[in-house]
């Protein structure tokens, strides 16, 4: 007998209405939204437990805004207006939330590729394969983080970890270490290993702090009503109203009144033991922490053939354009304003199940007819 005939037979695709790809705070914002409208939905997690990439974020983390403006639909995170929460309040947050609304997860399961068919598409898996009529992309953009290209990067001895992978100060005491980005995650991680290290800020620009008295509520408040001046076809109210300023969080107002605050404006070059800076002065580096933001994590949708030369995908709001059946959550701005928060995705999460809803039944309605015709 042959080896191929002795090999067990690849099981057949399953069958589905809609598969949510990916696991964590967008995933389950739109599965709670899926479930109120009684939808035949599957989430696939890649992760081994609940909580999403919050389980990869640096340990000390704070959110930075209270925990009732950090909270998913249905059921707010615990303390209310005045606790702000850590990474570990929202793993926990997100593990139970998944359990009360018993949404339907199968972990771990890598999503391989998702390929247009007739009705729907063909989702591949390491552990098999799925029909779903529709699909969700919820990746998020954690597994792709960005560090940008800098002239003699590859002869630098030293070491270079990005917020991704960044677990703490302690594994840099002592050291001389540069913190590259001007955002949120930049002034948070530069604060902390300033206690323990011979730190330097580098921003691209000046980073733009916000008072003390402001926190993450009013930079949702002021994409709630850019998102309302968009319905109304009216003029973006706050153009340069993104998440990149900077929150003052416990930690950083302590790295301002040590007198430590302050970032520089980038490095020319690497070389092989530190940087040299415009005007020629060469600094030693030990450890460089890139806090330079992601990319969307699309690889899955690459056989589709549909992404942009900036990896993005066009959408309307969350539908995608090119691939019908196919929705786009939590990406960020070019997927909803604020998006890509706790609280912000609420938003696009109920307006794409809406949409799914919508869809499967007109799919419905024009197969019933198709078969009445034949």
Not at 175 to 181: D, E, F, I, P, T
Not at 257 to 276: K, S
């Amino acid at each position: 007998m042959s080896r191929d005939e002795t090999a067990s037979p690849r099981e057949s695709p399953r069958y589905i209405d809609t598969l949510v790809v990916g696991g964590g705070q967008s995933a389950l914002a739109t599965a709670y939204f899926l479930r109120r409208w009684k939808v035949n939905y599957v989430v696939l997690d890649d992760q081994a437990t609940a909580g999403g990439a919050w389980q990869r974020a640096w340990p000390s983390l704070q959110l930075f805004s209270p925990a009732q403006w950090s909270s998913l639909p249905g059921w707010p995170m615990r303390g209310g207006e005045a606790h702000y929460p850590s990474r570990d309040d929202v793993v926990t947050y997100l593990r139970e939330y998944e359990a009360r609304y018993e949404v339907p997860v199968e972990r771990p399961v890598h999503v391989t590729g998702v390929v247009s068919q007739v009705d729907g598409f063909l989702v591949s898996t390491d552990s098999g394969d799925w029909l779903a009529r529709t699909v969700i992309s919820a990746t998020g953009s954690w597994r792709s983080p960005y560090v940008p290209c800098y002239p003699g990067q590859a002869s630098f001895r030293g070491r270079q970890v990005h917020s991704a992978d960044y677990g703490g100060a302690q594994a840099v005491r002592g050291q001389r270490v540069l913190v590259v980005g001007g955002g949120n995650s930049g002034a948070q991680i530069y604060a902390e290993v300033s206690h323990v290290s011979e730190a330097t800020w580098v921003a691209l620009r000046a980073p733009s702090f916000l008072p003390d008295d402001i926190d993450g509520r009013v930079l949702f408040e002021r994409a709630t009503a850019r998102w309302q001046a968009a319905q109304r076809g009216l003029p973006d109210p706050y153009p340069d109203s993104g998440l990149g300023h900077i929150v003052m969080v416990p930690s950083v107002r302590d790295a301002r009144e040590r007198g430590v605050l302050h970032a520089v404006r980038p490095f020319a070059r690497f070389v092989d033991d530190g940087v040299v800076w415009d005007d020629g002065r060469h600094s030693a580096v030990d450890v460089v922490i890139w806090c330079t933001g992601f990319r969307p994590s699309l690889g899955h949708l690459q056989p589709l053939s549909i992404a942009q030369d900036d990896g993005r995908i066009r959408v309307e709001g969350t539908r995608c354009i090119d691939a019908p059946g196919l929705w786009l959550v939590g990406y960020g701005e070019w997927t909803g304003y604020a998006s890509a928060t706790l609280i912000g995705v609420m938003r696009s999460a109920r307006a794409t199940a809406q949409e799914v809803v919508a869809f499967l039944g007109a799919r419905s309605t024009a197969t019933t007819q198709r078969c009445n015709d034949d």
